[in-house]
C-alpha cells in the first residue's frame, strides 16, 4: 500500500506524532515513502506478553531482508532472552539504513547490507546480514539496559554483545562459520607486540580497536565458558550479572565479582592476564620422559611406565593446561588441567603419570582452544627405534 493515498490520514497541515518510551537511555527515528514494513510476534510462553518484532526496508533490499531480518530479530530474543534476561521492551524495529555496518538504539537499530540490483546475492553477504542484525538488536542488552560506561570500558558495551552474538549465531546455525569468539582468529593480534589491554580506554587505544574492544573480551569470555567453567556455571553467573545490573550503571569490578560470586570461582588470575595485560598464551612442550615404575616406585601396581612433561610458560599468560597424548595402540585422550597448576611457580610445570601403554605423541592445546601464539613448541613424537 506504499503508493496508495487512501492509507494515510485526510488531514490539512502538519501531521504530528508523539513517542512515549520507558527506561531509555537515547532514542532514534525513521521515516520513509518507500519502506517495506513486515513485522511478526514473539512470546517467551504461551500466553505470555507479546512482543513485536519489526523491519523495514526499500525495495531495492529485497530478497534478502524480507527473508532474514524479523526471524534474526525473534532470534536474538530468544538466545539473549536465555543468557541474559527476558526482552523487557515491547518491540524492537531493524531499519535498512544503507551503511555498511550498524548502529543501535534502545529498541531501533539501522543495519546495511543490500542484494545485488538483480536479486541475487552472495552467501556471505547473508552471513554477515545475519550478524549484524543480530549484534546491533542485541544491543539493548548492553549496553541499553546493563547500562555500562562505553566510553570509558568499550568491552563492557561490545565485547559483552560480540560474545553473545556469537552464541547466537551458532545457535542458529551450528555451522554458521562465525570467528568473532574463535580461539584461533585471535591468534595473530595476540601475537602484535603494539597491542593495547582491553581495559585501555576507547579514545586512546592507537590501533586494532575491532580486536581489542570486541573480539579479544568475546573470545575469552567463549574460554571461559567452553573451556575454565564449563557452560552451566557460566552461564548461571552471566545470568546472575545481567539481571542484577538490568537499568544500572555497572563497572568492570562488577561483572568481574558477579561472575566469581555466580560461578563460586576465583578468576582473578584470568581478569589478570586477559583483560588488563598484554601477555600471551605460549606453553612450550619441553621435554617428555619415561621411567620404569618398577624402578620409581618398586612395583608396577598403577603401571609399567612413569611419563614425565615438562611445560614451560614462555607467554606470560596463565592458562589452563590441555595434554593430547596419543599411544603405541592407536588410542589417544586429553589431559585437561586447570591452572591451578601455575600457583607455586607460573613458569614452568611438570605433569606426571603411570601408564602402561606407551606413549608415542603429545601435543600441547591439541584442540586449539587456547590462542596459543606459537604452535612449533606444541608438540613431541616418539623417535623411531
Not at 514494513?37 to 531482508?65: K, N, Q, T, V
Not at 546475492?121 to 542484525?133: K, S
Not at 608415542?360 to 601464539?373: L, T
Request: glycine share 8%; hydrophobic share 35%; aromatic share 14%.
Amino acid at each position: 500500500e506504499v503508493l496508495s493515498p487512501e492509507t494515510r490520514p485526510v488531514q490539512s497541515g502538519e501531521l504530528t506524532w508523539h513517542y512515549v518510551a520507558e527506561n531509555v537511555r537515547d532514542f532514534a527515528w525513521v521515516s520513509s515513502k518507500s519502506f517495506v514494513w513486515d513485522a511478526a510476534g514473539f512470546r517467551y510462553e504461551p500466553g505470555g506478553r507479546l512482543i513485536e518484532a519489526h523491519s523495514f526496508y526499500p525495495r531495492e533490499a529485497m530478497p534478502l531482508w524480507d527473508s532474514l531480518s524479523t526471524k534474526a530479530v525473534i532470534q536474538t530474543f530468544k538466545t539473549y532472552g536465555r543468557m541474559a534476561f527476558e526482552y523487557p521492551y515491547p518491540k524492537a524495529t531493524n531499519v535498512n539504513g544503507g551503511l555498511g555496518g550498524g548502529m543501535e538504539y534502545p529498541m531501533m537499530a539501522f543495519c546495511g547490507g543490500r542484494p545485488n540490483p538483480d536479486g541475487t546475492y552472495p552467501v556471505q553477504l547473508a552471513e554477515r546480514f545475519l550478524m549484524v542484525t543480530i549484534h546491533e538488536v542485541g544491543h539493548n542488552w548492553f549496553p541499553m539496559i546493563v547500562a555500562s560506561d562505553e566510553r570509558n570500558w568499550g568491552w563492557m558495551d561490545e565485547g559483552l554483545n560480540t560474545f553473545l552474538h556469537y552464541v547466537t549465531l551458532l545457535e542458529w546455525d551450528e555451522n554458521h562459520p562465525t570467528t568473532d569468539g574463535s580461539a584461533v582468529e585471535i591468534v595473530n593480534h595476540m601475537r602484535n607486540p603494539d597491542q593495547v589491554p582491553i581495559m585501555t580506554a576507547p579514545d586512546i587505544i592507537h590501533r586494532a580497536g575491532f580486536q581489542t574492544s570486541y573480539t579479544k573480551p568475546a573470545t575469552g569470555l567463549v574460554m571461559l565458558r567452553e573451556q575454565i567453567l564449563g557452560k552451566e556455571l557460566f552461564d548461571a553467573a552471566f545470568q546472575e550479572y545481567s539481571r542484577k545490573w538490568m537499568f544500572k550503571k555497572p563497572q568492570p569490578a562488577d561483572f568481574f565479582r558477579s561472575m566469581e560470586d555466580g560461578a563460586g570461582e576465583l578468576l582473578n588470575w584470568f581478569w589478570r592476564g586477559w583483560f588488563y595485560t598484554t601477555h600471551c598464551n605460549d606453553q612450550a612442550l619441553t621435554a617428555v620422559s619415561s621411567q620404569s615404575a618398577e624402578e620409581l616406585v618398586g612395583n608396577t601396581d598403577r603401571g609399567q611406565h612413569y611419563y614425565r612433561m615438562k611445560v614451560d610458560n614462555e607467554g606470560g599468560l596463565v592458562m589452563p593446561l590441555h595434554l593430547g597424548i596419543t599411544y603405541d595402540d592407536g588410542t589417544s585422550e586429553v589431559v585437561r588441567l586447570p591452572a591451578d597448576i601455575w600457583r607455586n611457580n607460573e613458569l614452568t610445570f611438570t605433569y606426571g603419570f603411570f601408564s602402561d601403554k606407551t606413549v608415542v605423541q603429545v601435543i600441547v592445546d591439541r584442540d586449539e582452544v587456547f590462542a596459543d601464539v606459537n604452535r612449533d613448541n606444541n608438540s613431541w613424537t616418539a623417535p623411531i627405534p
